[in-house]
Nanobody, 125 residues
Framework: VQLQASGGGLVQAGDSLRLSCAAS????????MAWFRQAPGEEREFVAA????????HYAVSVKGRFTISRDNAKNTVYLQMNSLKPEDTAVYYC???????????????????WGQGTQVTVSS
């Protein structure tokens, strides 16, 4: 599966952005797509995930209530709607995909086999 991420940019604090991640190729019914981010000098961290089969979502505490992950079935695309952006949201955002993930592994980047290129999100204060 190939993943193509897009939608990053430079915005001001309080603004919104929507990231997209298009999946090409055959995805299993138990596929999970997620977003991770990595700020300069920091480790990559989990942001949000969407499970294909159950349509359940998972969020990091730091973004819950501000970010929404969703899927367009027809386009095989996952979106990350980011509202009320803060300077601390500045990072390179990566989309990831994987199959047969158990609940405890969803927030671990090593659990994912497919990765898109990163897209830069910069939030100015």
């Amino acid at each position: 599966v190939q993943l193509q991420a897009s939608g990053g940019g430079l915005v001001q604090a309080g603004d919104s952005l929507r990231l997209s991640c298009a999946a090409s190729g055959r995805t299993a019914s138990n596929y999970v797509m997620a977003w991770f981010r990595q700020a300069p000098g920091e480790e990559r961290e989990f942001v949000a995930a969407f499970r294909w089969s159950s349509r359940t979502t998972h969020y990091a505490v730091s973004v819950k209530g501000r970010f929404t992950i969703s899927r367009d079935n027809a386009k095989n695309t996952v979106y990350l709607q980011m509202n009320s952006l803060k300077p601390e949201d500045t990072a390179v955002y990566y989309c990831a995909g994987g199959s047969r993930l158990i609940l405890s592994s969803i927030q671990t980047d090593r659990s994912y086999s497919d990765w898109g290129q990163g897209t830069q999100v910069t939030v100015s204060s």
